[in-house]
């Protein structure tokens, strides 16, 4: 095999391998346990459990790019959330989402894989919109707001009463002198 043969043949293989790496990150496999990673955190910032006995975890490593973990009740939420809609979805439009995944998207991943990825993508849709309605950023900016000026008020208070504690504490002792 000449040189120019053997150069083509690996970087084939490295293109290859990389393509490989990018359909498995963007497939079923690994798009539904991140899905249940991110919208059990929304969803378990609405919702408390206080399920502490039995903690859950959970945690997808992408080698060299990104880990992802979750646990407790983002785990059972998120868990949850994502057979909820698979369900639904299945039941209510699962031929409608596999024949969209085929003309759509130009691939054929099989009814089962395209209801994986459709519940995926929807599930972290109405979690995040769960979220944002119930704890919306206005509402949180508030609360901390109020929070930082109650403190602020408390530190305030606390220090005007130490300096005229200081102060009648040095002009008794001056009067005394």
Known sequence: MSEEAKTNALGSSNFSLLESAIKFIFSWVALMPIAVIV???????????NRSRNPQFFRIPIPRVIEIRADGDSVLLGFSGFLITLFLV?????????????MQFGIDPGQFNALCIFSSLATVL???????????????????????????????????????ENSTTSSTSKGSN
Do not use: C
């Open 39 to 49: 919208s059990g955190h929304f969803l378990s910032q609405v919702f408390r459990l």
């Open 90 to 102: 299945a039941v209510l439009a699962g031929k409608a989402v596999y024949e969209l995944f085929k």
């Open 126 to 164: 109405w979690s995040s919109v769960v979220f944002l309605i119930r704890r919306g950023p206005i509402k949180e900016t508030q609360e901390l707001t109020q929070e930082h000026d109650r403190l602020i008020e408390q530190v305030t208070a606390k220090k005007d009463k130490t300096v005229s």
